[in-house]
């Protein structure tokens, strides 16, 4: 990141960047994946530190893919029945996975459940990245939503709370924190706008994404007692109090909603979306209806500034999510940001001056691909996984390969046209088939991925108020 370049006029208005031109003068390539692989049930991808692995959630275990040449993906590995020798097991809706040095983890369920079921995570050796060793697992008495892993701690969110772990040996936990520890009033508000939704760590900070409620950065130094450093975002817990019957409807539309955050190299700069969808509550005059990227001068800890905004792709309908354009998960390495938004597509942004990114890329079929993550691999290609997708193509996932470079995509299909695209079969994979490795247990089910009994914050299958599961938002709220 070139710290020179934010130091640009502090009064200068904050842009909201869409479908930016390219430079006039450069040269536009054609941008389109380079490769694809058929996998059921992907959710959440990372890319292994040799850069020739991918590690991929798949809702009832993970799936391994041999990136190595990346207009060639293939699935090498499927475990499946992960803990099924337990009480409430197999581990079922497993939706996230991190990767720090050679460890491999892997976190559920994303959300709780009335019966009993396995809830914690699996550590797995990835010295031979294509061959995971399980070498340790940690039960838990929450859901895990999502994770971040060091190569000494894990941290999880439960909803709540953000709760350390050691994994240097024998997982143990290290300690806990909510936003109740750095102000009692925040009890005070309904949980469902102050969701601990994600976790990232790096160095003796971690960034606890709550939400309404905004981002925590904390001081994990003395991980038995983590200290608030500062907020960013988000509304007082006097203001979110207030709106507490409302809590359904405020925990879906904007001006809130955090929902992942990360930092670049150096920490001076830290991006974070905000997943968020129309709801009646939506006026169309001051608030944005739908969700949106932020980035923000963070060099000051505790005197944080905003500096942009990319809004979201317009799209058809977006109260139904009939075209669902919220972004999702996303990475920032060096000057790229790496994002992902539904069936809104995959971008890349150079953020060398982060109060104007600039658009390099953008690539999107929205009736054929719903994607969950974008993630850098190397200098010439990043990854992207498309989650299920009930609606047009039931149970279709993929990984699938992008240049990492500019380029403009051929006959861009438009995100607000009519009518309803046919469903198409699944692909035939152009790798290892899609099935459960021999020596896994099988599966004992694998749940469907826009199931009401998994809708909450974050899932990013919900669009209106209507699709929740309000057993799901009552088990959250309590």
Aim: with cysteine.
């Amino acid at each position: 990141m070139h710290r020179r370049q934010f130091l640009r006029a502090a009064g200068c208005a904050i842009p909201a960047v869409g479908a930016l031109p390219a430079t006039a003068s450069a040269a536009r390539s054609t941008f389109e994946p380079l490769g694809s692989v058929s996998i059921s049930g992907a959710t959440e991808a990372v890319v292994g530190p040799e850069s020739e692995t991918a590690y991929v959630a798949i809702q009832d275990g993970f799936a391994v893919v041999d990136i190595s040449t990346p207009s060639e993906p293939a699935v090498v590995q499927r475990r499946t029945g992960l803990l099924a020798e337990r009480e409430g097991g197999p581990m079922q809706e497993i939706l996230d996975v991190k990767v720090a040095g050679d460890r491999l983890l892997v976190a559920g369920p994303a959300n709780g459940h009335e019966e009993p079921v396995v809830e914690g995570f699996l550590l797995y050796d990835i010295a031979d990245p294509k061959e995971p060793e399980r070498v340790a697992v940690h039960e838990t008495e929450f859901p895990v939503h999502n994770a971040a892993l060091t190569e000494e701690r894990a941290y999880l969110v439960n909803g709540s709370e953000v709760v350390i772990v050691d994994v240097a040996g024998e997982p143990t936990e290290l300690g806990r924190w909510a936003p109740r520890d750095a102000d009692p009033a925040w009890t005070e508000v309904d949980g469902l706008l102050r969701f601990a939704h994600d976790v990232y760590a790096q160095g003796d900070r971690v960034y606890v994404v709550e939400w309404d409620a905004g981002t925590f950065v904390l001081d994990v130094s003395d991980p038995a007692a983590p200290t608030a450093v500062t907020r960013i975002g988000g509304r007082s817990p006097e203001a979110l109090a207030e709106i507490s019957a409302d809590a359904v409807l405020h925990s879906l539309s904007m001006p809130g909603n955090h929902h992942t955050a990360a930092v670049n190299d150096d920490a001076s700069l830290l991006v974070l979306n905000k997943e968020a969808w129309p709801t009646e509550l939506t006026d169309g005059s001051d608030i944005q209806p739908l969700g949106e990227i932020e980035l923000w001068d963070v060099r000051e800890e505790t005197a944080p500034e905003r500096l942009a905004t990319i809004e979201a792709p317009a799209s058809r309908n977006p109260e139904k999510a009939e075209i669902n354009t919220t972004p999702h998960n996303f990475e920032i390495r060096g000057d790229r940001l790496y994002s992902s938004w539904y069936d809104g597509g995959v971008k890349i942004h150079d953020v060398s001056d982060p109060r104007n990114p600039e658009l390099l890329a953008w690539w999107r079929d929205p009736h054929e691909w719903t994607f969950w993550t974008a993630q850098y691999a190397t200098e010439a290609f990043f990854v992207a996984s498309s989650h299920s997708r009930g609606r047009y193509n039931a149970g279709k996932g993929a990984l699938v390969t992008f240049p990492n470079r500019a380029g403009e995509q051929a006959s861009p299909p438009a995100l607000t046209e009519t009518g309803t695209p046919a469903p198409t079969a699944e692909p035939t994979p152009s790798s290892t088939p899609d099935t459960p490795t021999p020596s896994s247990p099988a599966p004992t089910s694998t749940p469907a991925a826009d199931s009401e009994s998994v809708s909450a914050p974050g899932f990013g299958l919900l669009g209106a108020a209507g699709a929740i599961s309000l057993a799901t938002w009552r088990r959250l709220r309590d």
